[in-house]
């Protein structure tokens, strides 16, 4: 009978079951930042030399690029936080489109892989609920530098002309400042013959973790972390040890589980200069903050609301507007949050609503009138985030949430429920098998 067969998979779904209004107490531990690693793993394509990543957080989207980078040749060693990475034996230029589907950042492979062998052959990366994720600025890029590029049947097609089969150094202007763009581009310069420079380019804090490694590596990279780049080009590249930067994201997502459960907590590591939007925006909504050398220890207040709007960095982070809104559903007053990045980022406010939050949705925009008490439901995360934010708002809620979306949860957050129940949360994994 269908009706019980959906019953039945509903049931079987895994789940975190969290029981709210515990507050937490011991210190938060942040892991190194997905969106570097990622990127970093891909750098590995560009040299002959071994890389080795330290800090690198245990996530099924690491796994995932780890997979897709051995399909290429790339010798891949993995244990806990540490990876090892040589590209000595490449000797494939087309990830096949079942490891890349459902891998955005799968697309990074494209830059170095055209800066090393002077051709690759890439799949569009697959749609992604929160928007429309183009690449035509990465694809701009490369033509840019040279590459002549093809886009047929879902999958981009890139070479370089010529017996050198190197890219050469171009002046490019971005339209929009895409950290994926910046990246791409980045990448594929190293190892062009002559100076590139990248103007509009993204400022996020893993671009410049980017560019300090390939510095590291010996490329010539100046200027990351502003508006300009300026990449002069090398001929080859060796390789290094480099550890990850912080992951700023899931550190602001434990300070406002801090927050969310009205709790004095420390979190760290983090560097608080990659998160001062959203320091300030805690600060403005009643919490303070003590800033030491390794972490942030948050201390709420009477919280109220606040108005919010994601910018690229050094602007509020997209990636932190879905947890933000579900501390704004418990704060007194009114909060008006606005995604400005992506166009479909706000599936988590109907969920919210079945917490009892109170939030009008007019397009982009969301209107938060704070309630005293969420009440606890089961909810489905739709994205990575949204699954975080419904997490935090279980934290605070009266009663037992089920949150379910843990395939999102996990491509993002190393050991959730692990290192908020070493700090006094309440939550358990459902994870049936079959
Ligand atoms: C990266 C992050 C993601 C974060 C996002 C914005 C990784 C792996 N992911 O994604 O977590 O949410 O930055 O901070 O690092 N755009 C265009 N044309 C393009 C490229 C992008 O219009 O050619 C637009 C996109 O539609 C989007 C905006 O630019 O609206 C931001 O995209 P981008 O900065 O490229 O994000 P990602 O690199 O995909």
Redesign the pocket.
């Known amino acids: 009978m269908p009706a019980a067969v959906s019953i039945t998979q509903e049931i079987l779904k895994p789940h975190l079951e969290i029981q709210g209004g515990h507050t937490l107490s011991r210190e938060l531990k942040v892991s190194g930042a997905?969106?570097s690693a990622?990127?970093l793993m891909t750098s590995a394509l560009l040299s002959e030399g071994p890389l080795e990543l330290h800090n690198v957080p245990q996530l099924t989207d690491i796994q995932g690029m780890a997979d897709i980078l051995a399909s290429l040749g790339v010798h891949v060693k993995r244990s806990q936080e540490t990876v090892w990475l040589q590209a000595d034996d490449l000797h494939h230029a087309e990830p096949p489109y079942d490891l890349v589907n459902g891998l955005?950042?799968s697309f990074f492979c494209i830059g170095p892989l055209l800066g090393r062998l002077g051709h690759a052959k890439v799949p569009l990366p697959g749609g992604c609920r929160i928007?429309?994720?183009?690449?035509?600025?990465?694809?701009?890029g490369l033509k840019a530098l040279g590459a002549m590029v093809k886009v047929e049947h879902g999958v981009v097609t890139a070479s370089v002309p010529g017996t050198s089969r190197r890219l050469k150094g171009a002046a490019i202007v971005l339209?929009?400042?895409?950290?994926?763009?910046t990246?791409t581009i980045l990448m594929a310069a190293v190892l062009a013959e002559g100076t590139s420079t990248i103007e509009n380019a993204?400022q996020?804090p893993?671009v410049q973790d980017l560019a300090k490694m390939l510095n590291a590596m010996g490329a010539r990279v100046i200027g990351a972390g502003g508006p300009i780049i300026t990449i002069e080009g090398v001929e080859r590249l060796h390789g290094c040890n480099y550890s990850v930067i912080p992951d700023r994201?899931e550190a602001g997502t434990f300070l406002i589980a801090a927050a969310i459960t009205r709790s004095i907590v420390r979190v760290s590591p983090v560097i608080p200069e990659h998160l001062n939007a959203v320091l300030q925006k805690l600060r403005d909504c009643g919490c303070t903050l003590e800033i030491d050398k390794q972490g942030i220890t948050l201390i709420p207040g009477d919280l109220h609301g606040v108005d919010i709007i994601t910018q690229?960095?050094p602007g509020f982070?997209?990636?932190l507007q879905a947890p933000f809104m579900a501390l704004l559903t418990t704060a007194k007053g009114t909060s008006v949050v606005t995604e400005k990045?992506?166009?479909n980022r706000m599936q988590h406010v109907a969920e919210l609503q079945r917490m009892g939050a109170s939030i009008r949705l007019q397009g982009n925009t969301a209107v938060v009138e704070g309630v005293p008490q969420l009440s606890a439901a089961p909810v489905s995360g739709n994205d990575l985030r949204a699954a975080a934010a419904l997490v935090l708002a279980g934290l605070a809620a009266r009663g037992i949430s089920q949150v379910d979306g843990l395939n999102h949860l996990d491509r993002g957050y190393d050991g959730i429920e692990s290192k908020l129940n070493a700090s006094g949360a309440h939550i358990l994994r459902h994870q049936p098998s079959g």
Do not use: M, Q
């Not at 928007?131 to 701009?140: N, Q, S």
């Open positions: 997905k969106n990622l990127v955005r950042a928007g429309a994720r183009p690449v035509v600025e990465h694809i701009r339209d929009c400042p895409s950290v994926g763009a990246e993204a996020e893993e994201i690229p960095f982070p997209t990636d990045i992506y166009e």
